[in-house]
C-alpha cells in the first residue's frame, strides 16, 4: 500500500509541475555525450515459516549516450545477505555482480522519458558458513524506467527484471526477481 501511495504522490506532482510552470522546459536528457550517474540502496526482509532472509543492496550504476536516445553503461552491482534457515547454515554471504547495460531512451515529453535497458552480469557469491562456499552466476536483466527531469536530476521510477542462472554446479537453484523501485540520477553534458 506504501508504494502505491508514493506512486500516486510522484504522478501527481509530474502532473502539477507541468500544469503549473511558467514556460516548457526542454530537457538535454537523452542526447549525444550525456553521462548519467545512478544508484540505489535496497533492502529486503523475508520471513515465512522455515526462513528468514535480509538483505543490503547497493547498486551505482554510470551510462554514456553515444547517439541520441541510446546509452550503454556498467553497474557494479552488491549486496550483503544474512540468511537464517537450513540451506545456508544461518550463514551470511557477500555478492558481486557487475552488469553491462544498453538502453534505449524514448522521450515522451519536453521533460518526461521512458527508458528500456536490457543488461547482462557476472555474479561472485561468498556464502560465510562451515564450508565457505563460493557460487558464480550469469544474470540477465531488464529495467523499464520512466524519467522525470528537473533540470539536471531524474526521478526515476523503475520496474526490473532478474533472472540468475548459477552456472557452477551449485546446490543454490536459479531464480527470478521482479522489483519496483523509485530513484534519483544526474546527468551531465560532457561535451
Given at each position: 500500500m506504501?508504494k ?7 504522478l ?8 503549473f510552470?511558467?514556460?516548457p522546459?526542454?530537457s538535454?536528457?537523452?542526447q549525444?555525450?550525456v553521462?548519467e550517474?545512478s544508484g540505489?540502496?535496497?533492502?529486503l ?5 522455515d526462513?528468514k ?8 550504476a554510470i ?14 552491482a552488491s549486496?550483503f545477505?544474512?540468511?537464517?534457515y537450513d540451506k ?6 557477500i555478492g558481486?555482480r ?5 538502453g ?5 515529453d519536453?521533460n518526461?522519458f521512458?527508458?528500456?535497458s536490457?543488461?547482462?552480469?557476472y555474479?561472485?557469491?561468498k556464502?560465510f558458513?562451515?564450508?565457505?562456499d563460493?557460487h558464480?552466476s550469469?544474470?540477465y536483466?531488464?529495467?523499464i524506467?520512466?524519467?522525470?527531469d528537473l533540470d539536471?536530476?531524474?526521478?526515476n521510477?523503475r520496474?526490473g527484471q532478474?533472472y540468475?542462472?548459477?552456472?557452477d554446479?551449485?546446490s543454490l537453484d536459479?531464480?527470478y526477481?521482479?522489483s519496483?523501485g523509485?530513484g534519483?540520477s544526474?546527468?551531465?553534458d560532457?561535451?
Amino acid at each position: 500500500m506504501k508504494k502505491l501511495n508514493l506512486l500516486s504522490f510522484m504522478l501527481i506532482f509530474l502532473f502539477y509541475h507541468n500544469l503549473f510552470a511558467d514556460e516548457p522546459y526542454n530537457s538535454k536528457f537523452a542526447q549525444k555525450d550525456v553521462l548519467e550517474i545512478s544508484g540505489g540502496i535496497s533492502v529486503l526482509s523475508h520471513i515465512d515459516d522455515d526462513s528468514k532472509v535480509h538483505r543490503v543492496s547497493f547498486s551505482p550504476a554510470i551510462d554514456y549516450y553515444l547517439i541520441d536516445n541510446i546509452h550503454f553503461g556498467i553497474s557494479p552491482a552488491s549486496y550483503f545477505t544474512y540468511n537464517d534457515y537450513d540451506k545456508f547454515e544461518n550463514s551470511k554471504t557477500i555478492g558481486f555482480r557487475p552488469n553491462l547495460i544498453a538502453g534505449y531512451t524514448f522521450k515522451i515529453d519536453n521533460n518526461l522519458f521512458f527508458d528500456i535497458s536490457p543488461s547482462i552480469g557476472y555474479g561472485y557469491l561468498k556464502v560465510f558458513n562451515s564450508d565457505d562456499d563460493t557460487h558464480k552466476s550469469i544474470s540477465y536483466g531488464l529495467d523499464i524506467s520512466l524519467k522525470y527531469d528537473l533540470d539536471g536530476a531524474l526521478i526515476n521510477l523503475r520496474l526490473g527484471q532478474l533472472y540468475t542462472d548459477y552456472i557452477d554446479n551449485s546446490s543454490l537453484d536459479d531464480y527470478y526477481d521482479i522489483s519496483i523501485g523509485l530513484g534519483y540520477s544526474l546527468y551531465f553534458d560532457i561535451n
